[in-house]
């Protein structure tokens, strides 16, 4: 069963940085990339950012130029770095993986998530 546990989050002031990592246990026929969600009170679930397993980079307009995401592949691991952190990227975050079980069976694996407070 693929797992995930995610670090890191916490609150900070405005214009502060701080980082989270999610580890994957168990194992995906093929992960297609890891990434990183986020859910704002009333707010639907969005995406952050994401890494594929070639390294190629996805981010929300939002946090481009201020995050960063990044990926060990051998130890199944991803990790947001977040600088400039603004009130409005308070939200709980979510480590999401998305991949395969088999030749034909694909799906999502969720963290428990983790809360980011930026305020002053």
């Known amino acids: 069963q693929v797992q995930l546990a995610e670090s890191g989050g916490g609150s900070v002031q405005p214009g502060g940085s701080l980082s989270l990592s999610c580890t994957m246990s168990?194992?995906?026929?093929?992960?297609?990339?890891m990434g990183w969600y986020r859910q704002a009170p009333g707010k639907e679930r969005e995406l952050v950012a994401s890494v594929t397993a070639g390294q190629s980079t996805n981010y929300a307009d939002s946090v481009k130029g201020r995050f960063t995401i990044s990926r060990d592949n051998a130890m199944n691991t991803v990790y947001l770095q977040m600088n400039s952190l603004k009130p409005e990227d308070t939200a709980v975050y979510y480590c999401?993986?998305?991949?395969?079980?088999?030749?034909?069976?694909?799906?999502?694996?969720w963290g428990q998530g983790t809360q980011v407070t930026v305020s002053s």
């Open positions: 168990g194992s995906m026929y093929r992960i297609v990339a």
């Open positions: 999401n993986v998305r991949g395969y079980y088999n030749h034909y069976d694909w799906g999502d694996v």
